[in-house]
Structure formats: structure tokens, C-alpha cells
């Protein structure tokens, strides 16, 4: 007999909300019991603030983001957090409010992502590649980029339903999205570094 299928991202979130409005849930409830299911948890979170309209929203993001990465790479099988961030998290109002946003599309992505090709999450050296790439995109997030913080906030959030959802085949999609990203911020960082430096020269 088949093993039922875990549960996915919308049930997650339907029962953290379940609860008082205004309490907020810290990392540790948000990740206890999940597993290695934990890190993608810990990423759907740490992307929140990218989507928050306000300048800061990156740098509270990426480095959150790269913290998660870096225990990928060295292949740790849940993820640790410092004691005072463990007890930070966002309050349940403020998740409803991107869970409702969300919602349409995850049930959508639902109807097709599903447990599959578990190694390209589990393997260390898949795990390792994984943690390569979302050090390198929360880096990008957490640097002053004009207009990239919802393009590397929604990539970040589709890593973090392939590792609740434990569906392999998207992880690959997301990894060729990912390179694409970071080869297409890079070169128009580039850029703009390199028209901006005249004007570099002349004040410094």
C-alpha cells in the first residue's frame, strides 16, 4: 500500500493560522516537526519581507536566505537557527495576508507538484548545489538592486514549495531559473555599475 501523501504548503499554512490573529509564531514553531521539509518552511518565511514595499525588504530577506543556504551546502539535515532569531517570526495577521495573495497560485501549482525525484533534494551533492544557489541569490537580494527584490523573492518562494512538496523535478526547474538569475542580475549590475562610473570619478 502506498504511503499517504505528506502535507503540502496550503495545509501547512492553513494550520499556523489557526490561532489568535495578532500572536506571532516564532521559527521554532514554524519548524518544528517538519524535517528536512524544515528548510523550505524557513525560506517561504525568510522571503516575506522581499515583498514588503519598502527598501529594506531585501536586506531583511537575503541574509535570513543565505543563512538557510550556507547549512544546505554543508549538507546539515535540519536547519539551526541563533537563539534570538529563533524566537522572531511574523505574526499571524501578517501571514494571512500573504497567504491569501499566494493562495490562487499554490493551489494551482498544486494540482501538478508533487512528491517525485526525491535524491535531486537529498543527495548531498544536489542538497550542496541547492545551498550554492540560494547563498548566491539571497546575496543578490540583500544588495541594493533596483527592482529585483520580487524577481528574486519569487524565485526564493518556488525553491522553498520544491523542498515542502518534495517534488525533484521542480527543484531542477528551479535550478536552471536560478542560474538564468544570477547570470542576468550580474550583467545588469555590471551595467549599471559601469554607466554610473563616470559619474563615480567625478566626486571621488
Known sequence: ??????????????????????????????????GRRAFGMLLFVAALPAFIPIPVGGALSGPLIMLVAAQLLVGMGHPWLPGFIARLGPKRQSLARFERIVDPWLARLERIVRPRLTVVLDHPL??????????LLGLLLALPIPLTNYLLGGLILLYALTLLERDGALMLVAWALGIVALVTTGALSGGLIAAMQPWIDKLT
Do not use: C, K, V
Not at 544536489?126 to 547563498?135: K, Q, R, V
Open 1 to 34: 500500500m502506498p504511503e499517504p501523501r505528506e502535507a503540502g504548503t496550503r495545509a501547512i499554512l492553513d494550520a499556523l493560522l489557526d490561532g489568535d490573529p495578532a500572536q506571532s509564531l516564532d521559527f521554532d514553531h514554524l519548524l518544528d516537526g517538519l
Open 126 to 135: 544536489a542538497s550542496a548545489f541547492t545551498g550554492l544557489l540560494l547563498l
